[in-house]
């Protein structure tokens, strides 16, 4: 039985010409890229291509743009690099109720050695209000960090509005768009946010290569220590196969993509809402990530009918992967005003450009005997 | 006499380390179009001697070279 995968928000099969560019780099420019030889130097070349070719799609200067191991490490580099960095002028921080784990857990860890934080809250569909960004500034506030699309329900946030907010307010501001970049514009020039973090596998690139675009004069500590490269931001041999394969898949995601799939995802939602009594969707229905559709269906088990669709071949998730498996609702389906029961019966599918209309239809059909499983089983 | 060239673009490669200046070089002169010109700023040492001979070897052409200390300034023809 084939399968369908609607997982993509986890992470995205990596696009067959992403492959073979992998195993033609890995090969042909095996040099360290800090090495003067021939072998060096042609790994040096395939890295700076890549390099000009993610920041151009970003539209920032190439050399602005560090590599990271993901977009893991790209967050917990801007939070504690600018936590470390202005310490002795100010020891707060804000941030979102709803952001990713890779942004909260680095905020906990701040907080337990003796920096604040400020998590602001989100309405109903999961937007931050800008105002109470602003209303949560001090005069020891050294960064905000609010993530563009979420990843779980996929609200995009005004980050052109935040970061302009910000900058007025000499604030620094960081957006990690790992789930958003190539889908939805982030802005431009003075509008981009002075952090961002990206990474490749969640657009059909290979897993283990980010980077975090540092605005020109904003300064912060390295995290890893032990080389110059990268800056001397970013110590470590870099991933030369791993970033020409992002620089890849950055070229071979196309700004027509999006529509398309919010056309599909939109279908899905519909045959969903037309179909099925009292299902509630999670995140707004404008000003979202096209590849998102996050619902919960009344009186079900999340995990029970996730386990039914993997069975009929449709994958889907409960949340972001990096929360999965844990036993407690939701962090974001609790901030949006879900109860926990709500939260527990509560599914995300998310879509790629290789999500057909077959492969929507298909999924929907499943999801209707998974349903009618869950409850009968019940 | 041969006036000097307004740079097309410009590229300040200060405190880059060997090889990756002179691939950040070469893909920048990837990105115009032949003929056009590119200022190139360098460390002096090792950047200012191996630079203009990576980016000879690609076809491109040094057509001026300037030192200011510490710091060195090229303009580099885009080759074909």
Known sequence: MSSIYLDNAATTRPDPCVLDVLRRVADEAHGNPASTHAEGRAAALVVERARAQVAGRLGVPAERLLFTSGGTEANNLALLGVAWEHAARGRHLVTSAVEHASVLAPCAWLERRGWSVTRVPVDGQGF??????????????????????????????????????????????????????????????????????????????????????????????????????????RAGTPNTPGIAGFGAAVGLASDDDSPAIAVRRDALLQRILDAIPGVLLNGPRERRLCTNLNVSFPGCSGRALLAELDRRGVRASRGSACSSGSTLPSHVLTAIGRTPVQADGSLRFSLSRFTDDAEVEGAFQALLASLDAVRRAA | MTRTPLPDDRLDLRGVKCPANSARALVRLEGLDAGAVLEIVLDDGEPVETVPAALADEGHVVIDRRRDGATWTLLVRAGG
């Open chain 1, 128 to 233: 931050v209000d800008p105002g109470d960004v602003v209303s949560s500034l001090r005069a020891d506030t050294v960064l905000v960090s609010v993530g563009h699309a979420n990843a779980e329900i996929g609200t995009l946030q005004p980050v052109t509005e935040l970061a302009a907010a910000c900058r007025e307010r000499g604030v620094l501001f960081h957006s990690d768009a790992c789930q958003s970049f190539t889908r939805a514009p982030l802005g431009d020039g003075a509008a981009l946010p002075d952090l961002v973090s990206l990474n490749a596998h969640k657009l059909h690139g290979p897993k283990g290569i980010g980077a975090l675009y540092v605005r020109a004069g904003v300064v912060l500590q390295p995290l890893l220590h032990g080389g110059e490269q990268e800056g001397a931001l």
